[in-house]
T-cell receptor, first 115, second 115 residues
Framework: AQSVTQLGSHVSVSEGALVLLRCNYSSSVPPYLFWYVQYPNQGLQLLLKYTSAATLVKGINGFEAEFKKSETSFHLTKPSAHMSDAAEYFCAVSGGSGNTGKLIFGQGTTLQVKP | KAGVTQTPRYLIKTRGQQVTLSCSPI?????VSWYQQTPGQGLQFLFEYFSETQRNKGNFPGRFSGRQFSNSRSEMNVSTLELGDSALYLCASSYGTANMNTEAFFGQGTRLTVV
């Protein structure tokens, strides 16, 4: 069964600093992985997705993530944090064959950006 | 292209009542999935509909039900509301094809408060 673990429920960085949000997955089949962002009282916005075409995936707003099969990880990074990046971030994996339309989410990581 | 539209945005209901939430997917999308988001349990999958048929279901009691219409719009219903049903309910639409990496686009959510 697929599962996702996000390490760190809260991450705080200074504006301009590197952002690193950690995600580890468990999957019995080649996974399809996603990062979503959620601003207060809003829905989820897709940042990027892993499609197995390339291990380094670039997304919107300067974010990228690297798929590492050996480490079962899909960490999200951004070289320089901006105040507008403050939000909650979710890593998700598709539910796998026979589990259509289902995303399995991690518990989320709240990113705080200090001026 | 218009995004996923959920109505209403906010609802306050009394214990024991029932509620119906609506979701209009992105034009051309045939799959609609529903999620419940709470601080304690995070994002949990409720069910998915594709071409008016429920294709997948999460681990929620029978009080939670849904349906999909021929235009792909979907409704979910919760009967005999409990205080614990207070949550943000999110719907997501996608093409729903066999390709499991098809990304899901989320609506703004409906905030349900049960008093």
């Amino acid at each position: 069964a697929q599962s996702v673990t996000q390490l760190g429920s809260h991450v705080s960085v200074s504006e301009g600093a590197l952002v690193l949000l950690r995600c580890n997955y468990s999957s019995s089949v080649p996974p399809y992985l996603f990062w979503y962002v959620q601003y207060p009282n809003q829905g989820l916005q897709l940042l990027l997705k892993y499609t197995s075409a390339a291990t380094l995936v670039k997304g919107i707003n300067g974010f990228e993530a690297e798929f590492k099969k050996s480490e079962t990880s899909f960490h999200l990074t951004k070289p320089s944090a901006h105040m507008s990046d403050a939000a909650e971030y979710f890593c998700a994996v598709s539910g796998g064959s026979g589990n259509t339309g289902k995303l399995i989410f991690g518990q989320g990581t709240t990113l705080q950006v200090k001026p | 292209k218009a995004g996923v539209t959920q109505t209403p945005r906010y609802l306050i209901k009394t214990r024991g009542q029932q509620v119906t939430l609506s979701c209009s997917p992105i034009s051309g999308h045939r799959s609609v999935s529903w999620y419940q988001q709470t601080p304690g349990q995070g994002l949990q999958f409720l069910f998915e509909y594709f071409s008016e048929t429920q294709r997948n279901k999460g681990n929620f009691p029978g009080r939670f039900s849904g349906r999909q219409f021929s235009n792909s719009r979907s409704e979910m219903n919760v009967s005999t509301l409990e205080l614990g049903d207070s949550a943000l309910y999110l719907c997501a639409s996608s093409y729903g094809t066999a390709n499991m990496n098809t990304e899901a686009f989320f609506g703004q959510g409906t905030r349900l408060t049960v008093v």
